[in-house]
């Protein structure tokens, strides 16, 4: 992963800096958070914000190989 610098308004920081500690994430981490989250909702204007993070989790837990299989019937 390569990292760029950039400017950034200070209130988006210190509110990244709060709620990142808060949900156990660094600042850049929690800006990254919620630069995915922005990206999706863009690409996906008609979905629900919890349908998407319900999706981000679900990718998560498959990552970790924490999913079931499922059988319809």
Do not use: C
């Not at 709620?19 to 990206?39: F, N, V, Y």
């Not at 914000?49 to 989790?57: H, P």
Request: net charge negative; hydrophobic share 35%.
């Amino acid at each position: 992963m390569s990292t760029t610098s950039v400017r950034l308004d200070d209130e988006l920081i210190e509110k990244a800096t709060i709620i990142g500690r808060a949900l156990s994430r660094s600042t850049p981490k929690q800006i990254e958070h919620w630069a995915k989250i922005g990206e999706m909702m863009e690409d996906n204007p008609d979905l629900p914000y919890e349908l998407v993070r319900q999706a981000i989790i679900a990718k998560a837990e498959r990552e970790a190989g924490k999913l079931e299989s499922y059988s319809f019937g």
